[in-house]
């Protein structure tokens, strides 16, 4: 199991250009110990499809 030191909450609804930025940006830091988690709150796009290709 992961040593998670804290968790990355990220709220999105319909900003799928945004989302991709921000998650590029969380996974090109050198620290690795916390989770991201991304709440979707109804957005008419692809959120899991862009979480996922990141």
């Known amino acids: 199991m992961k040593n998670i ?3 990355i909450i990220i ?3 319909n900003c799928s250009k ?3 930025d921000t998650l590029r940006s969380i996974f090109n830091q ?3 110990h916390y989770e991201v ?3 979707d709150d109804g957005s008419t796009e692809d959120i899991e499809k ?3 290709s990141n």
């Open 5 to 7: 030191q804290f968790s």
């Open 11 to 13: 709220p999105v609804k």
């Open 18 to 20: 945004t989302l991709t």
């Open 30 to 32: 050198t620290y690795k």
């Open 37 to 39: 988690i991304v709440v």
């Open 50 to 52: 862009i979480i996922k």
